[in-house]
Structures are given as structure tokens and as C-alpha cells.
Nanobody, 116 residues
Framework: QVQLVESGGGLVQPGGSLRLSCAAS????????MSWYRQPLGQGRELVAV????????NYADSVKGRFIISRDNGKNTVYLQMNRLNPEDTAVYYC?????????WGQGIQVTVSS
């Protein structure tokens, strides 16, 4: 059974930091590119960051470049998103995604709220 379980979300003040984690099981994690997406309330889902299967390549949305860092630990089947200098526009439900050829899986999502 495939599972992607996000954790680490919550409420943070502007300028603060959070680290999201996504624990994977039920598939060969090391073969999959992993991504973080987010969906603000009432808006569409957007790609935030992606990391290759080996971790050797990463890409970021322009809105988070220089503030967010995606990483992975293939030994722990976990992908991370370090989010720094958060601002209210980062408020959204954040989703973990795994993709390999035509196969892809989604986590259930976790809320991140940036507010004073």
C-alpha cells in the first residue's frame, strides 16, 4: 500500500521557518522524483520544488527561490522542505508528490499558515 505522509506544518509568524517532512512507503522511493506542491485556499495547486531521484538536481518556483530548500534521504524514504523567511503568501496546504514515468502518488496534504 502506497503512503505519503506529510508532517511539520502549522502556524508560524512572518519571517519564521518550518520544515516539512514526507515519509514514503509502499514503493521504491529511490526511483522516484519527489516534489512539493501547494494550494492556497480558493486557488489552484502549484509546484513549489522538485528533486531528482538521486537528489542531484533540484528546481524551485521563482516565488520560493532562495528561501526554500528541498532535500531527500533515500535511506529513510523521506523528502523534506525547509522553508525560511516565510510570508503570508506562503499560506497554503502543502502536498508531497512522487513521480516515476507514468506513475505518481500524492500525500494527503498539510496546512501551513503564516500569520502574526
Amino acid at each position: 500500500q502506497v503512503q505519503l505522509v506529510e508532517s511539520g506544518g502549522g502556524l508560524v509568524q512572518p519571517g519564521g521557518s518550518l520544515r516539512l517532512s514526507c515519509a514514503a512507503s509502499g514503493f521504491r522511493f529511490s526511483m522516484y522524483a519527489m516534489s512539493w506542491y501547494r494550494q492556497p485556499l480558493g486557488q489552484g495547486r502549484e509546484l513549489v520544488a522538485v528533486i531528482s531521484s538521486t537528489g542531484g538536481s533540484t528546481n524551485y518556483a521563482d516565488s520560493v527561490k532562495g528561501r526554500f530548500i528541498i532535500s531527500r534521504d533515500n535511506g529513510k524514504n523521506t523528502v523534506y522542505l525547509q522553508m525560511n523567511r516565510l510570508n503570508p503568501e506562503d499560506t497554503a496546504v502543502y502536498y508531497c508528490n512522487a513521480a516515476w514515468t507514468t506513475r505518481y502518488y500524492w500525500g494527503q496534504g498539510i496546512q501551513v499558515t503564516v500569520s502574526s
